[in-house]
C-alpha cells in the first residue's frame, strides 16, 4: 500500500489548506491501494480531522516565539517530545511522501522523513516564508508557493507558484440559507468583517466608532475574535439603538459552515492580511479591504497586503485606521464592486490544491 503522509498544525492557516490537499487527493486517488494519513497537532488540527474520515496521529510541538511567553519555558521541552514522536510515527508509517504545510509544528516531521530518505513537498502561503519553512524548504524534493514573491527565497528548480488550497465547500455557501442564519434583510448590503481566530482589536474599535454609520447603509456581520467577544458585546450591548439592533450581528469565531454563509452574504469583506483570506476573498470575486497585523512575523501580512492591492485588494495600515477612513473605504468599495470584484478574483488560483495533490501522486 502506498501512503501520503500530510503534516500541519498551530494557526487555522496551516490546517485549513492542508485538508484541501487531503480532500484533492482523496478524489483523485479513489479507489486505488493508496492511504491518506494526517499529523499535526493544536486545536485547528484538532477540530479539523476529527470529523474528517481520514487516518491521523498526533504530535506535540515547541514554538521559538518572539514574545514573551510563560509557555517559553515549556517549549524545550516539547521540542524533545515532539522530535521523538515525529521519529517514531515516521519510522512505524513509513510513508512514500511526507507533504508539509509550514509551521512549528512541521519541522521535526519533516526532519525524521529526511533521516527515513523519503521525499518531502512543502507549501509556503505567505509572501515571505517562515523560518521552518526556508529549512524545510531545503531539504525537500518540490516546493509550493502562494505568493510570486515568495519564489525568490527558494532554489529556482524547485519552486513552483500555485495559489493557496482553499476548501471547496467555503465557497459554496447559500445566500438564502445565510440571510436566514444570520436573520438579516436581503434589501440591504451586507458588510462582512472577519478579524481572526484572535480577534484584531483595532479593528473592532474601529468598527464600534463607526457602528452608527456603517449600519445606515449596511447590514454588518462582525467576527471579533475569541479573546475579544465578551468586550465588545458588552460595548454593543449599551447601544440603545433599534438600527444597530435590526443590522449588526456579532460572533466570537466562525466555524466553517458560519464562514460559507458569511461568505455567500457580503458584499463588501473587511479582513486580516493572512494568505487564506486573502486567497478565499479572492475566489469569492468581492471587494475586499485588508488591514495586515503590524509587526507580523517577517511583516509578511503587509507584503501580502502590498500584492493583493495590485489586483483590486484595498490596503488600510493600522496606524491609518480611524472610523471615517473605514466608512469611506468600504462606500467607495460597495460602489465600485463591479470592477474591483473581477480584479480580486485574477488573484485567485482555484485549482491550487489539485495542482499540489498531482505533484505528489507523481
Known amino acids: 500500500m502506498t501512503k501520503i503522509l500530510l503534516v500541519g498544525g498551530g494557526s487555522g492557516g496551516h490546517v485549513y489548506p492542508l485538508m484541501a490537499i487531503a480532500e484533492a487527493l482523496q478524489k483523485k486517488i479513489k479507489d486505488s491501494d493508496t492511504e491518506i494519513i494526517l499529523l ?4 485547528f488540527f484538532d477540530e479539523a480531522v476529527k470529523d474528517s474520515g481520514f487516518r491521523y496521529k498526533k504530535i506535540i510541538a515547541g514554538k521559538l516565539r518572539r514574545y514573551l511567553s510563560l509557555e517559553s519555558f515549556l517549549d524545550p521541552f516539547k521540542m524533545v517530545a515532539g522530535f521523538f514522536q515525529s521519529f517514531w510515527h515516521l519510522f512505524w508509517l513509513m510513508p512514500d511522501a511526507v507533504f508539509t504545510k509550514g509551521g512549528y509544528a512541521t519541522f521535526f516531521p519533516a526532519l525524521a522523513a529526511k533521516l527515513f530518505f523519503i521525499p518531502i513537498y512543502v507549501h509556503d502561503s505567505d509572501s515571505v516564508p517562515g523560518m521552518t519553512n526556508r529549512f524545510v524548504g531545503k531539504l525537500a524534493k518540490k516546493v509550493f508557493v ?19 488550497p482553499i476548501r471547496a465547500e467555503l465557497l459554496n455557501g447559500n445566500k438564502e440559507e445565510a440571510l436566514s442564519f444570520f436573520n438579516l434583510s436581503e434589501s440591504l448590503p451586507t458588510v462582512v468583517i472577519l478579524g481572526g481566530s484572535q480577534g484584531a482589536k483595532k479593528i473592532n474599535d474601529a468598527v464600534l466608532a463607526a457602528i452608527f454609520q456603517l449600519t445606515h447603509d449596511f447590514q454588518v456581520v462582525h467576527q471579533c475574535g475569541d479573546t475579544n467577544f465578551k468586550e465588545v458585546n458588552g460595548l454593543v450591548g449599551e447601544i440603545n439603538s433599534e438600527q444597530v439592533k435590526s443590522r449588526y450581528r456579532l460572533y466570537p469565531f466562525f466555524n466553517d459552515k458560519e464562514l460559507a454563509l458569511a461568505y455567500a452574504l457580503g458584499d463588501v469583506f473587511v479582513s486580516r492580511a493572512s494568505a487564506g483570506g486573502i486567497f478565499e476573498i479572492s475566489a469569492l470575486g468581492k471587494p475586499a479591504i485588508f488591514i495586515p497585523i503590524k509587526n507580523s512575523a517577517q511583516n509578511h501580512q503587509h507584503q501580502n497586503a502590498l500584492e493583493i492591492v495590485e489586483h483590486g485588494g484595498v490596503l488600510i ?14 462606500k467607495e468599495a460597495y460602489q465600485k464592486r463591479e470592477e474591483l470584484g473581477l480584479k480580486i478574483k485574477s488573484f485567485a488560483r482555484l485549482d491550487a490544491a489539485e495542482k499540489i495533490a498531482s505533484e505528489i501522486l507523481k
Request: negative net charge; hydrophobic residues 30%; proline residues 0%.
Open 40 to 43: 499535526g497537532e493544536g486545536r
Open 317 to 330: 495600515e493600522e496606524e491609518n485606521l480611524i472610523s471615517s477612513v473605514l466608512v469611506n473605504e468600504i
Open 146 to 164: 502562494s505568493f510570486e514573491s515568495a519564489k525568490k527565497y527558494f532554489s529556482q528548480e524547485k519552486v513552483e507558484l500555485v495559489g493557496n
